[in-house]
């Protein structure tokens, strides 16, 4: 939100004045920004660097003697089916927040509930990780067993229901409560910078509240909450530990969200193999990694470069 | 004849007589006796059909909605009517919201609080295969590894935002400020993988250090350092700068002298959340720092457990009898969180009293 737009403070002044003090600090300081690019260079190549052996070795040495592409594509639909699951629970709720945060709550109570929604985010991904399987899982167990007796015929329903409750169902689940605070702190700035003479023109001829938000603050904050919605998807495609501890894997590709035959996450699959994996098992398990380094810098790339357009070319700042 | 000229009282609840002004209003206390009215009935409801918490919740909200939506229809009209319901939808989002807010810290307390004793913070974990042991090696770990990562990523983060305000401007500036927004979504694994695909080359396979836990948190803490540093150096009023300069202040001096010392609470706070956001990440330790049932103090030789990790591992690999790991997995999740949430705290409150007046809200 805050993008590129507000010129450098003293940008009409050289960077140095010729000093010796000068010159040091200024080369100092464009060093570091040099070395985030270096940094992000440098994850990029060490990845390719350790996922090259298993990338040229040969299909018998690999994990389940299956080619690396095969190995891979199953964790990668697991990957995308928990996040979009996720992104379909959070993203009406955080709308919902948003909203009710920036324009429904009392103005002297919003900034504290904000907090309260931000703190979601404060908690560690383990932390939810028991919480999905003590607490969660049990609960919505007997809810699975309705959705296999009642809605078999719908193929996400099929059945048979888990009977511990550890699916990728409840995966998304718990992912929506993770992603829901960053979602809901974007949209926020978003409405809240809805330009005021808009609202109120709104109200002035006559709109209720609700109406005054579709016509206004919606319609300004549309594509903030295009890109909210993908850098939380980013987050969720990211996800861990939540997903090692509570999914139960069964491998395979199936629409079926309520089994205990769950495709695995890229990045649960990792956490999981990586500690006791050794030799080309390790390079395979980055060779992942690095697929899912892509698919999050690509999401968070288009992500980012649609906010950055959105706050370079509103003619209502 | 004359009855239709009778206008209705101004503000009576009722329904508008056609052909007036002013349509009808409910009293400001409709929403809230229509939601005890609701979950009165759905108590009752449930209490004849086998008494859940989750059945009252749901039937009392929607007959709220229902109720609520019908009424202000019949009285205020379709538009109010769908206000109304949309206010009740909101509402209700940020009740759902809260909800798993309240049930983890809850079942976070009531699980972990039976397992904090002075021994579970002064022992560690050597030796112990059921019930005892502690977390002292844990909390030394993530100090070291925590602290080890912010002294990377302050000296960085800070002043690459001190480049991005002071000195950035072209095409290499917008970069960093578009990388950093896209760095800021690293999976925390990737950051591992990193660390460990970078320490490798130099150490060889099965490379375990605390130090490469502290490199995959910095690649994750940076971009937030440098995100809120930026934030804070931006509000320093341009006039400040200007006075030193019209003082013949080196450019240098002014940032260290002046700009940085307005801002410092800022960045304070910045630096807190973002420390706040590290110490609870599991995934890259997972790979890189491994566990250890034993105190390490040397961040740069051996495997080093760190709070996460250990409650990870606590409930995955239990040991005998299970319920005394399951048990020190939820008391070291409960040490981990009250560390997060204090962190936060202090950061509020640095902000709070510190910070400079702005207009922003």
């Known amino acids: ?29 464009t060093i570091s920004g040099v070395l985030i690019l270096v940094m992000l260079a440098g994850v990029t190549l060490f990845l390719v660097a350790e996922a090259w052996p298993a990338i040229t070795a040969d299909q018998a040495v690999l994990p389940d003697q299956k080619s690396l592409l095969e190995y891979t594509a199953p964790l990668i639909y697991g990957t995308v089916l928990a996040a979009i699951l996720a992104l379909l629970f959070a993203v009406p709720v955080s709308l919902g927040v948003a909203l009710f945060i920036s324009h429904f709550a009392p103005r002297r109570l919003a900034q504290g509930l904000g907090y309260a929604v931000d703190l979601l985010a404060a908690i560690p991904s383990v932390v939810y990780g028991l919480w999905g399987i003590f607490f969660l899982a049990p609960q919505v167990k007997p ?29 998304g689940l718990v992912l929506a409560v993770m992603i829901l605070p960053i979602m809901t702190a974007i949209c926020r700035e978003v409405f809240l910078q809805t330009p005021r003479l808009h609202e109120e023109a709104a109200l002035a001829l006559g709109a209720t509240r609700w109406e005054m938000i579709r016509m206004t603050v919606l319609p ?40 205990n035959q769950n495709p695995s996450t890229i990045a649960a699959n990792i956490a999981l193999k990586f500690p006791e994996s050794s030799g080309v098992l390790v390079n395979a398990l980055i060779f992942t990694g690095l697929v899912l380094f892509v698919i999050t810098f690509l999401v968070n790339f288009a992500a980012r470069s649609f906010l950055a357009r959105r706050s370079e070319f509103d003619g209502a700042n | 004849m004359t009855a239709t000229l009778q206008p209705p009282a101004p503000g009576r609840a009722g329904r508008s007589q056609p052909g007036s002004l002013v349509h009808g209003v409910l009293p400001r206390w409709t929403p809230l006796a229509v939601l005890a009215g609701s979950f009165a009935v759905a108590t009752l409801v449930m209490s004849a059909f086998g008494f859940s918490l989750y059945g009252i919740g749901v039937l009392g909200y929607l007959l709220t909605l229902v109720v609520l939506t019908v009424l202000s229809r019949r009285v205020e009209g379709k538009r109010k009517g769908t206000d109304r319901m949309v206010t009740t939808l909101v509402y209700g989002t940020f009740g759902l919201a809260m909800l798993p807010l309240i049930s983890l810290v809850w079942t976070v307390l009531h699980r972990g609080l039976p397992g904090i004793s002075a021994e579970f913070f002064t022992s560690t974990m050597r030796g112990v295969l059921g019930e005892g042991g502690g977390i002292a090696h844990a909390i030394v770990g993530t100090l070291l590894v925590t602290g080890l990562a912010a002294l990377i ?19 290499l500036a917008r970069w960093v400020t578009f990388l950093v927004d896209v760095m800021t979504g690293i999976p925390s694994i990737v950051a591992g993988l990193f660390a460990y695909a970078l320490l490798e080359i130099f150490y060889g396979p099965g490379i375990r250090m605390g130090a ?12 937030v350092v440098v ?17 030193a300069y ?3 202040v080196p450019r240098w001096r002014t940032i260290v002298k002046v700009v940085i010392p307005t801002a410092i609470a800022g960045i304070a706070t910045g630096i807190t959340l973002a420390i706040a956001r590290v110490i609870g990440e599991t995934a890259p330790l997972l790979i890189i720092c491994g566990l250890t049932t034993s105190m390490n103090t040397n961040l740069f030789d051996g495997r080093m457990t760190t709070l996460p990790v250990f409650a990870y591992y606590s409930y995955v690999t239990p040991g005998l009898p299970p319920e005394a790991g399951y048990q020190r997995a939820w008391s070291a999740a409960l040490v981990l969180i009250a560390i997060v949430m204090l962190l936060n705290l202090v950061a509020r409150i640095i902000s709070f009293f510190f910070a400079p007046k702005t207009s922003r809200r």
């Open chain 1, 1 to 29: 939100m805050t993008q590129t737009t507000a010129a450098p403070r003293g940008s009409n002044m050289p960077a140095s004045t010729g000093r010796r003090g000068d010159k040091i600090f200024s080369r100092v300081s």
């Open chain 1, 143 to 171: 809810a699975y067993a309705w959705l296999a007796d009642h809605l078999s015929f719908i193929p996400f329903f099929a059945g048979p229901a888990s009977v511990t409750g550890r699916t990728i169902l409840s995966v």
């Open chain 1, 220 to 259: 300004y904050g549309r594509s903030g909450i295009v890109s909210a919605a993908m850098l939380a998807l980013g987050r969720a495609l990211g996800e861990t530990m939540a997903v090692a501890l509570l999914l139960s894997v069964g491998g395979g590709v199936s629409l079926n969200l309520i089994t």
């Open chain 2, 153 to 171: 990523s302050v000296p960085i983060g800070l002043l690459t935002a001190i480049y991005l305000v002071e000195y950035g401007r072209g095409r």
């Open chain 2, 212 to 223: 490469g836990g502290s490199i995959a948190l910095s690649v994750l803490m940076i971009p």
């Open chain 2, 227 to 243: 995100r809120s540093s930026e934030e804070m150096l931006k509000l320093v009023p341009n006039e400040l700068r200007e006075a």
């Open chain 2, 246 to 248: 019209a003082l013949g």
